[in-house]
């Protein structure tokens, strides 16, 4: 059980990370970020979860609905100057809490 709560905890639970990693390198609609999440981080987060988490992200200002993609039905989100310094804060703290753990054993 502990190890289900550590996975839980960093891929759902963090989900804003996944997509601000993926949107930095290109902006992209929901199903798109729901694919790429699974084929790229090997987990599986619900549709419904990523776009509440996208509505929870734009209305912080970590992400914007994109002005330069025009497509029918479809709303890209691109990552905002804010984002950007969210994910390397969040980049580092995940770096150094690495670190401290498994240190003695590289």
């Given at each position: 059980m502990a190890y289900e709560r550590l996975v839980k905890k960093l891929t759902k639970e963090n989900l804003w990370l996944y997509i601000l990693k993926l949107l930095k390198e290109r902006p992209m609609y929901g199903k798109e970020i729901v694919r790429e999440i699974q084929k790229r981080f090997d987990f599986s987060p619900a549709m419904i979860t990523v776009y509440v988490v996208l509505y929870k992200m734009e209305k912080e200002g970590l992400i914007r609905k994109s002005r330069s993609i025009k497509s029918e039905g479809k709303i890209?989100?691109?990552?905002?100057?804010?984002?950007?310094?969210?994910?390397?804060?969040?980049?580092?703290?995940?770096?150094?809490?690495?670190?401290?753990?498994?240190?003695?054993?590289?």
């Open positions: 890209y989100y691109e990552l905002t100057k804010k984002g950007e310094e969210l994910f390397e804060k969040g980049r580092t703290f995940i770096k150094r809490t690495y670190e401290v753990l498994f240190e003695e054993e590289l």
